[in-house]
C-alpha cells in the first residue's frame, strides 16, 4: 500500500537523497516525509500503487505461454557445465566464460545510458547482457551455468526472485525469462575481489587481456567448489586440534557424514530382530564439506545433532555457495566466525574468501540447555567476532573457553 515510507510516488524504495514520503490515502495527495508523520492509524484500504502494473506486467510475462514452460530444477544428468565470470567497473566491463570450444570473453566500456546507474546494476546488467548474448548464441542450451561475480547484491537478488530497485528488478525478471525461455539452469556464487583479480575478468573490465585465464591459465583453477578448506589448506586441521585437544581428530569423510556423524558405526541385529546401532563414542567430530556438498552436511548435522545431545561438533567451509547453507549452518551452530583470508598462517591471502567457522556444544545438564544463548558464550563469541583484527591475538584461548564451558557448567 502506499501508506509505507520511504517509497517513491511509483511504490519503490527511495535511494539515498531521492524524494522519501507517503501517500496520505485520505486527501489523496502524496506528503514528502520532512513534511509530515505517518499517521498513526492507517486506513483499512490504501489505494494501489502505480507499480502493481508493472508486477501484472511480469505476470502476465511469465505466463503467457499457451502451456506450462519446463524448468531445469532437478535434472537426471546434464551434458553441459559451463562456468563464467563477470566484473563491471566504472567505466568499463568483462566476462569470460569456459565452454567447450574454449574460453568465450566479452569485454567493453559503458555508454551514456549508465550514467548515474549504481555499481550493482552495472554489475548484475553486465551479467545479463552476457548470459542473453551466450542464450542467443546457442551457448548455454540445456546447460548448467555457474556465473561468478564479486558483487554480493548480485547474488542474492537472483536467489531473492526480487529486488526493491526498479532497476535490479528488471534486470531479475529478465534472468528468470532467460531460465524458462532457454532451459537453463543457473547458479549466482560470490567470489572476492582478489579471486576476481588473479582470475583475469578484473583486468579484462579495465582492458587488459594478458592476466589469468586470458593469458592461458585453467578457469577450474580459480573455482574451488569441490575443495574442502582442509584439503586445500591441511594446517586448518592442526589448527582444529590445537584447541580442541583432540591430537586423533580427522574431518569426516562424505560417506561418514550418514553414519559416524551421527555418532553411529555399525550395529547387531537382536535375536526379537530390532537393529541396534553401536555407538562410537565419540565427543568430537570434525566437519570440513566443500562448498558445493556444504548443504548435504548441513542437513546431517541438524540431525545428528538431535540423535547424539552429547557430541559437539566443528564444522569449517569456504565462504563459496552461502546462499545454500548459511542459514542452517546459523541454525544448528552455537557460535559462527568467519577468519579473514591473511590474518592467520593457516588460512593465507591466496584462500581469497574467508573461512567460515561454526562451533555446536554439546547439551549441558543444567538450564539454558542449549548453549547458544548462555551469556559466557554470547560474550565470547562477540570477542571471537573482532580477535581476527589483530595478527597477534590468541585466538586458540576463546576457542579453548568455548570448548571448556559445557563441563563447567556441567559442575554447577
Given at each position: ?103 568465450q570473453y566479452r569485454h567493453g566500456v ?171 563414542g565419540e565427543r568430537w567430530l570434525l ?126
Amino acid at each position: 500500500g502506499m501508506w509505507r515510507t520511504g517509497r517513491d510516488p511509483d511504490g519503490w524504495k527511495v535511494t539515498p537523497g531521492g524524494e522519501a514520503g507517503w501517500w496520505d490515502h485520505k486527501c489523496d495527495e502524496w506528503v514528502p516525509w520532512t513534511a509530515a508523520a505517518l499517521p498513526a492509524v492507517r486506513g483499512t484500504t490504501v489505494p494501489q500503487a502505480p507499480r502493481l502494473r508493472d508486477d501484472l506486467r511480469c505476470l502476465s510475462e511469465m505466463l503467457q505461454a499457451a502451456a506450462p514452460p519446463k524448468r531445469y530444477v532437478r535434472t537426471k544428468s546434464i551434458n553441459v557445465a559451463i562456468y563464467g565470470f563477470g566484473d563491471a567497473s566504472g567505466s568499463g566491463f568483462g566476462t569470460s566464460f569456459r565452454t567447450k570450444e574454449g574460453i568465450q570473453y566479452r569485454h567493453g566500456v559503458w555508454g551514456r545510458d549508465t550514467e548515474g546507474k549504481s555499481s550493482n546494476y552495472r554489475e548484475l546488467g553486465n551479467l545479463v547482457q552476457s548470459l542473453e548474448e551466450g542464450e542467443a548464441s546457442g551457448m548455454l542450451a540445456q546447460a548448467e551455468v555457474y556465473v561468478f561475480t564479486d558483487n554480493s547484491t548480485a547474488e542474492a537478488v537472483f536467489y531473492k526472485g526480487n529486488s526493491t530497485s526498479k532497476t535490479l528488478f528488471e534486470l531479475v525478471l529478465r534472468l528468470r525469462r532467460l531460465e524458462m525461455r532457454g532451459q537453463v539452469r543457473l547458479h549466482f556464487v560470490w567470489v572476492a575481489g582478489t579471486r576476481m583479480i588473479s582470475q583475469g575478468t578484473d583486468g579484462l573490465s579495465r582492458g587488459v587481456l594478458t592476466e589469468g585465464v586470458m593469458a592461458g591459465s585453467n578457469m577450474l583453477e580459480f573455482i574451488p567448489l569441490n575443495e574442502s578448506a582442509t584439503s586445500r589448506v591441511p594446517e586448518v586441521l592442526e589448527w582444529v586440534r590445537s584447541w580442541t585437544g583432540i591430537q586423533e581428530l580427522n574431518p569426516l569423510t562424505p560417506e561418514e557424514w550418514f553414519e559416524r556423524g551421527h555418532g553411529i558405526s555399525g550395529g547387531t541385529r537382536k535375536p526379537d530382530g530390532v537393529w541396534e546401532a553401536a555407538e562410537t563414542g565419540e565427543r568430537w567430530l570434525l566437519w570440513a564439506p566443500a562448498p558445493a556438498a556444504a548443504e548435504i552436511a548441513m542437513d546431517e548435522l541438524l540431525t545428528s545433532r538431535h540423535k547424539r545431545t552429547y557430541i559437539n561438533h566443528v564444522i569449517a567451509v569456504p565462504k563459496l555457495m552461502t546462499h545454500e547453507w548459511r542459514k542452517k549452518m546459523q541454525k544448528v551452530c552455537d557460535v559462527v566466525f568467519e577468519i579473514p583470508p591473511g590474518r592467520r598462517s593457516f588460512w593465507p591471502s591466496e584462500m581469497h574468501e574467508p573461512l567460515v567457522v561454526g562451533l555446536t556444544l554439546r547439551f549441558v545438564s543444567v538450564s539454558p540447555w542449549q548453549l547458544k544463548t548462555a551469556g559466557a558464550v554470547v560474550d565470547l563469541a562477540r570477542q571471537l567476532r573482532v580477535v581476527w583484527k589483530d595478527k597477534l591475538s590468541d585466538d586458540r584461548a576463546l576457542l579453548r573457553q568455548l570448548c571448556l564451558t559445557p563441563r563447567l557448567l556441567d559442575g554447577l
